[in-house]
């Protein structure tokens, strides 16, 4: 598939479930496997004791999310002690080793294949909760949520994206509707939802008529590479996402918040402004 081409919207390749099942390291999103041009997903998952991953970063830059639990990662020559929503991003042709902690670990690994080498960076949760510009609420009163920017304007980066927005309950989230399939692919890792909460995931390009419309569950996975991609939370629930984005042109793409809202729910903005670089 060509790289400026986008792939169809079908259940088959936007759709992984209970992605952190597997103890390990598992890609379950691939070009080769899924609907992306440029975006590998996958979990790495460890309990205390168990050997330490070493991954070779290759032709793709990667960024590293804690998902659960902690671990330490040595990557260019330093060590990193990571918790809950600290990320990492390494930088390609790299490696690095991740040891779980004494209460294990789950992460996310987003990468995507570029051709510039830029620094690692840590990124502490904590201190992104202290700047409004990586974390802040957006929506109204029934699409009111807070993101956070992990992997944003903060880090150099030539295509990968990534944060982590929660919803109060029963709202909806990626509210109004937006797509921004010119520049970027997406997807949803739903997190922080423990059972029996579930949210409903909208992928589309036809407003009467939904391409994709599926519940989706923690540990699952839908991957956007094309249409507008609202979801809601089932009443009583919240719904969490860690969204990963992948740039189409390297650099020149690689633009949170630039996006093209619904034309029927255009008149009060996208709510992501204050996430755009320079604000």
Request: aromatic content about 8%; glycine content about 12%.
């Amino acid at each position: 598939m060509a790289a400026t081409e986008q792939a169809a919207i079908r259940k088959e390749t936007c759709v992984f479930r209970n992605t952190g099942a597997r103890k390990g390291r598992h890609l379950s999103v691939t070009p080769q496997t899924a609907a992306s041009r440029h975006m590998y997903f996958g979990r790495i998952v460890l309990d205390r004791g168990d050997a330490p991953i070493d991954v070779e970063t290759g032709e793709r830059e990667t960024g590293l999310i804690c998902l659960r639990g902690g671990a330490t990662v040595d990557a260019g020559g330093g060590k990193f002690t990571m918790g809950k929503y600290d990320a990492l991003y390494v930088p390609r042709a790299s490696r690095f080793r991740l040891t779980a902690g004494a209460d294990g670990c789950d992460f996310a690994e987003l990468s995507a294949p570029v051709t510039k080498t830029h620094p690692l960076q840590f990124v502490s949760f904590a201190e992104i909760q202290k700047d409004p510009g990586l974390h802040f609420s957006a929506g109204g009163p029934n699409s009111e949520r807070t993101l956070n920017i992990l992997l944003g304007k903060n880090v150099e980066a030539g295509r990968i994206v990534a944060g982590v927005t929660f919803s109060k309950p029963g709202n909806w989230t990626s509210w109004p509707p937006h797509e921004h399939a010119a520049m970027l692919e997406e997807a949803y890792l739903y997190v922080d939802m423990p059972a029996p909460s579930f949210g409903v995931q909208f992928v589309y390009n036809d407003t009467k008529e939904p391409e994709l419309a599926t519940f989706v569950r923690e540990g699952d996975v839908v991957l956007m590479p094309q249409g507008y991609h609202p979801n809601v939370a089932a009443p009583g629930g919240t719904i969490g996402f860690l969204w990963m984005m992948a740039a189409n042109r390297e650099d020149a793409d690689r633009q949170f918040g630039v996006v093209n809202v619904q034309p029927e729910f255009a008149g009060g903005g996208s709510g992501l402004e204050k996430g755009q670089a320079g604000k």
